[in-house]
T-cell receptor, first 113, second 112 residues
C-alpha cells in the first residue's frame, strides 16, 4: 500500500524568507511520480512541482524546489522568497500507475507580511 | 479551454435525497478522476475513467455512488440516499495519459 505522510499540520514564514515543507512516503514501487499541490482558499488544487522518481536531479520551478531523497523516501518542498500569495494548504502526493494520487493530509502555510 | 469545470459549486441537500454532480474535463484529456476531500484531509480517490470506460473504483465508492462518463466527455457522479457522512468536497481531475493533471474547483456537498 502507498502512504504519504506530512508531519507539519501548520507552518508560518515571514514574507521574503525561505520555508521547507516535509513529506515522506512509503512504497515498494521503483518507478513513480511525486507532486506538490497548492490549494488556496479558493479551493482549486494547483500543481506546484512534479518529480519523476527515476530522475536524480531535483525538480525546480522558479521559487519552488524539491529535495528528493529516494532511499529515504523523502520529498520536501522549499519555497524561497515567500510571497503573500503562497498562503495555502500544500499537499504532497504520490502516483505510480497513473490511475490515482495518494495525498498526504496537508500543511497549512501562512506567509506573514 | 478554461480548465476543468464542475457544477454545481455548492449543494445543500436533505438526508435521503439523491444528488448528481457534473464534471467537464479539458477537452483533449482522455482520463478523468473523482476524489472526495473532507475537512482537514487530503483528497481520497473514488474512481477513474479512461475515455468512457470506468477502470478503477475505490472501496469508498459504496453502492449508493455511481459515476458515468458517456462518450468519454463529461462525467457525472450520483449519490443516492445521501447520508450526513457524505458531506465533503467532491473534486474532479483530468489528464492526458500521465501528464497535465488538472483539478476542478470542486463541488461542496452539505447533507442536512
Amino acid at each position: 500500500a502507498q502512504t504519504v505522510t506530512q508531519s507539519q499540520p501548520e507552518m508560518s514564514v515571514q514574507e521574503a524568507e525561505t520555508v521547507t515543507l516535509s513529506c515522506t512516503y512509503d512504497t515498494s514501487e521503483s518507478n513513480y511520480y511525486l507532486f506538490w499541490y497548492k490549494q488556496p482558499p479558493s479551493r482549486q488544487m494547483i500543481l506546484v512541482i512534479r518529480q519523476e522518481a527515476y530522475k536524480q536531479q531535483n525538480a525546480t520551478e522558479n521559487r519552488f524546489s524539491v529535495n528528493f531523497q529516494k532511499a529515504a523516501k523523502s520529498f520536501s518542498l522549499k519555497i524561497s522568497d515567500s510571497q503573500l500569495g503562497d498562503t495555502a494548504m500544500y499537499f504532497c502526493a504520490f502516483m505510480w500507475t497513473g490511475n490515482q494520487f495518494y495525498f498526504g493530509t496537508g500543511t497549512s502555510l501562512t506567509v506573514i507580511p | 479551454d478554461t480548465g476543468v469545470s464542475q457544477d454545481p459549486r455548492h449543494k445543500i441537500t436533505k438526508r435521503g435525497q439523491n444528488v448528481t454532480f457534473r464534471c467537464d474535463p479539458i477537452s483533449e484529456h482522455n482520463r478523468l478522476y473523482w476524489y472526495r476531500q473532507t475537512l482537514g484531509q487530503g483528497p481520497e480517490f473514488l474512481t477513474y475513467f479512461q475515455n468512457e470506460a470506468q477502470l478503477e473504483k475505490s472501496r469508498l465508492l459504496s453502492d449508493r455512488f455511481s459515476a458515468e462518463r458517456p462518450k468519454g466527455s463529461f462525467s457525472t457522479l450520483e449519490i443516492q440516499r445521501t447520508e450526513q457522512g457524505d458531506s465533503a468536497m467532491y473534486l474532479c481531475a483530468s489528464s492526458l495519459a500521465n501528464y497535465g493533471y488538472t483539478f476542478g474547483s470542486g463541488t461542496r456537498l452539505t447533507v442536512v
